[in-house]
């Protein structure tokens, strides 16, 4: 069964560094998602993408982040000039639909900023 | 106004018997989303239903039903006969007309053997 696959599973990083989290949705899939989950807290929402654009951002998607599909598989997320605050589960997702259609998570990537 | 309410932080349910957690939403779009995710130990998070806004029934998917209350804005997960891998977070997710979701807070659930 297809999967959305995200690496790394553990990304630890000194605060300030910029940090790329990978992410491989699911191949037929048009619209990409990244959330956030601090620890012991609810999933956030952080951006929406489609058609090789951002459709949709939250208020934590700040200049501080940016995505991008590099190429016709990968879809990223970079933070730049990370932050203690920044450190939490990242999960990917993908559907093939937009708004009615189910999102598939990824494994997410636990980042630890020191 | 929280999108997505989830007021039961822990539930504890015995194995094989049946367990509700509840969900309320809010939201003025004619046409959402519903959805239930289950979240293990380990961290992933795993669908498990959707019920659309226009759907008549409720929906099944095996073990779990989704009682969709529409008037009373409430998407509640029925997981029939519990077994001891139920034992994880849970939490309800909405999608509105636009592409974002919104997740309520959880719920613990602790299956006992």
């Known amino acids: 069964e297809p999967e959305v696959t995200q690496t790394p599973s553990h990304q630890v990083t000194q605060m300030g560094q910029e940090v790329i989290l990978r992410c491989v949705p699911i191949?037929?899939?048009?619209?990409f998602y990244w959330y956030r989950q601090i620890l012991g807290q609810k999933v956030e929402f952080l951006v929406s993408?489609?058609?090789?654009?951002?459709?949709?951002k939250s208020e934590i998607f700040d200049d501080q982040f940016s995505v991008e599909r590099p190429d016709g598989s990968n879809f990223t997320l970079k933070i730049r000039s990370t932050k203690l605050e920044d450190s939490a589960m990242y999960f990917c997702?993908?559907?093939?639909?937009?708004?009615?259609?189910?999102?598939?998570f990824g494994p997410g990537t636990r980042l630890t900023v020191l | 106004a929280q999108k997505i309410t989830q007021t039961q932080p822990g539930m504890f349910v015995q194995e094989k018997e049946a367990v509700t957690l509840d969900c309320t939403y809010d939201t003025s779009d004619p046409s959402y989303g519903l959805f239930w995710y289950k979240q293990p130990s380990s961290g992933e998070m795993i669908f498990l239903i959707y019920?659309?806004?226009?759907?008549?029934q409720n929906a099944t998917e095996g073990r779990y039903s989704l009682n969709f209350q529409k008037a009373r804005k409430s998407a509640n997960l029925v997981i029939s006969a519990s077994q001891l891998g139920d034992s994880a977070m849970y939490f309800c997710?909405?999608?509105?007309?636009?592409?974002?979701?919104?997740f309520g807070t959880g719920t613990s659930l602790t299956v006992i053997p």
């Open positions: 019920q659309g806004s226009y759907d008549q």
């Open positions: 191949s037929n899939h048009l619209y």
């Open positions: 993408f489609y058609n090789n654009e951002i459709s949709e």
């Open positions: 997702a993908s559907s093939e639909l937009g708004a009615q259609g189910t999102q598939y």
């Open positions: 997710a909405m999608r509105e007309m636009g592409n974002q979701f919104y």
